[in-house]
């Protein structure tokens, strides 16, 4: 078992970015649950434990804990925002709500002998978003950083190894953040930082080998870099034992099936089914428009998709996906508590409750690029690895009137022109998705002397290096100008295309 770091998760929005933060450094984590026993956590290689931040108050009477023996399993215990006061708390100090919230950077003074500060200057910005502080701390603690409004932004209780801070070493903005983590993790927690792709590849193989053994699994495969990765650790960890089976949802962009096919086949020899069901699809979609509803729908036809599909093969137990960290994150608090549902990704909130499988999801703790370059690793075919992102629920959620086929030839004729006329732009590869919406709005033009009443297609355009946070791109005018001119003159059923110039957040990537 390789050396570990556990995250015990409080619901902070923040907690996927130390995890990641930490593989940075090339030590493993996983977050988990924050009331995991203490037996699961004593019987694996944890090298040290993080509390996350939260929502919530310490002293409220549901706020969520962890068993106060972590401290008796003789591990290095660093608590960050919530995770500090709770810590604190355990320990016998006291907290209270701050009269003045503190949101955004501040200055910390940072003093004494603490290693987790060893190398930082004594005067660092950091991040902070709290409301509540520790405001009194027993004796056995030491205050290692302050603010003007936070007399303990720092603590050390030596004799349990426990550190609290209150500000977010996660967050780029605190800007000596990464130090105090490798401090965390080297020279407190005496990592080894052996951990590495090849390495991940490695184990998650042997893993899936024992887990599986001489089952058979088939695989959701999208032809997106998320499931294609899946496809070759299981490639490598099972072989033959892999059917996969590519869906046609009828919601799919222009000869989408056929390019995934072709790439599939012209790359590899995995065993592939093709399902064809845009009939099921869309009479399944008939009259719906609320968004939850579309991705629950599309999340039981498609399992009924690959049950169908798979329904001559022996002894099939596992349903594997390319499941990312933000869908899970996204779509169901992972600690069952306080981060609230934004979307039900298909692939997580949106399947049935029966799945008559159980589920592999390799990838389920990981971001994008992280699985992007994985991919590489794996020596994924380059077509497959720079694949915009595309939805599960595909195009289903970027109509936001009734889907129809009509709608549907509407919207992939305008995806086509976007694509063609971005994709000439040298700035293309920094884009991380760039689509089309289609309106439930219909407006008045003029075309050939003509009056039209038409529909508008928005335009969405986003760099993000996780889908987590997104800044929309500003493209060149000539560009947009080509967009505009052929959608409205060669899309039937299309008189006007707006630019959507929101980020996420406030706004998410997909309009539903
Ligand atoms: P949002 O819209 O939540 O999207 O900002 C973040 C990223 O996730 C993709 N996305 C989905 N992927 N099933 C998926 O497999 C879904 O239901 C789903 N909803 C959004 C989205 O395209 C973006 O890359």
């Not at 940075?24 to 004593?42: A, G, K, M, N, P």
């Not at 003074?109 to 190398?119: I, N, T, Y």
């Not at 709290?130 to 003007?148: L, M, N, P």
């Not at 380059?382 to 629920?393: A, I, V």
Request: overall charge negative; hydrophobic content about 35%; some cysteine.
């Amino acid at each position: 078992m390789p050396e570990f770091v556990a995250i015990l998760d409080f619901g902070s929005q923040y907690t996927q970015l130390i995890a990641r933060r930490v593989r940075e450094h090339h030590v493993y984590c996983e977050i988990l649950r924050c009331d995991t026993s203490i037996e699961e956590l004593s019987g694996k290689k944890v090298k040290g434990i993080i509390l996350s931040g939260g929502p919530s108050g310490v002293y409220e009477e549901e706020a969520p804990r962890c068993d106060p023996k972590i401290f008796d399993l003789g591990v290095p215990v660093l608590g960050i925002c919530y995770g500090m006061q709770l810590g604190c708390e355990l320990l016998g100090g006291k907290v209270i709500a701050a009269q003045h919230r503190e949101y955004g950077s501040t200055e910390i003074e940072v003093s004494g002998e603490d290693p987790l500060f060893s190398g930082i200057n004594s005067s660092t910005t950091v991040w902070m978003s709290h409301g509540d502080r520790v405001s009194e701390i027993e004796e056995g603690f030491e205050t290692t950083a302050k603010t003007d409004n936070c007399p303990h932004a720092g603590i050390w209780h030596r004799e349990s190894g426990f550190r609290g801070i209150q500000f977010h070493p996660e967050v780029t903005h605190t800007s000596e953040g990464s130090k105090i983590l490798h401090n965390f993790l080297f020279a407190i927690c005496d990592c080894s930082g052996d951990w590495s792709l090849s390495r991940f590849i490695e184990e998650k193989t042997a893993e899936l080998k024992a887990t599986i053994g001489s089952k058979n699994v088939v695989l959701g495969l999208s032809g997106g870099v998320d499931s294609s990765v899946v496809a070759l650790l299981l490639d490598r960890a099972i072989g033959n034992q892999l059917t996969c089976i590519f869906v046609d949802n009828g919601v799919l962009r222009k000869n989408e099936r056929e390019q995934v096919k072709g790439m599939f086949t012209d790359n590899y020899e995995f065993n592939l089914r093709v399902v064809d069901a845009p009939e099921v699809f869309l009479e399944n979609l008939a009259g719906v428009t609320d968004p939850e509803e579309k991705r629950k729908r599309i999340g039981n036809t498609f399992i009924d998709g690959c049950k169908e599909a798979a329904a001559d093969l022996d002894d099939v137990e596992f349903l594997a996906q390319g499941t990312l960290y933000p869908d899970v994150i996204e779509s169901l608090s992972p600690i069952g508590g306080p981060s609230a549902t934004i979307k039900s990704h298909h692939n997580v909130g949106g399947l049935p409750e029966q799945l008559g499988f159980k589920l592999i999801e390799p990838l389920r703790n990981h971001f994008k690029d992280e699985v992007r370059a994985l991919g590489k690793e794996l020596c994924l075919a380059p077509e497959l690895l720079h694949r915009q992102p595309f939805p599960g629920p595909g195009l289903a959620v970027r109509i936001i009137v009734e889907i129809t086929a009509d709608n549907l030839d509407v919207l992939r004729n305008a995806d086509v022109i976007i694509q063609e006329e971005i994709e000439k732009w040298e700035g293309y590869p920094g884009i991380w998705q760039s689509f089309g919406v289609l309106l439930p709005v219909q407006t008045v033009g003029v075309m050939g002397d003509q009056r039209t009443y038409d529909n508008v297609v928005a335009l969405r355009i986003v760099e993000s290096l996780d889908g987590m946070t997104a800044n929309w791109i500003c493209l060149p005018q000539d560009i947009l100008a080509s967009i505009s001119s052929r959608i409205c003159n060669e899309v039937h059923g299309v008189n006007r295309v707006v630019l959507d110039i929101s980020s996420k957040p406030p706004s998410t990537i997909e309009w539903e």
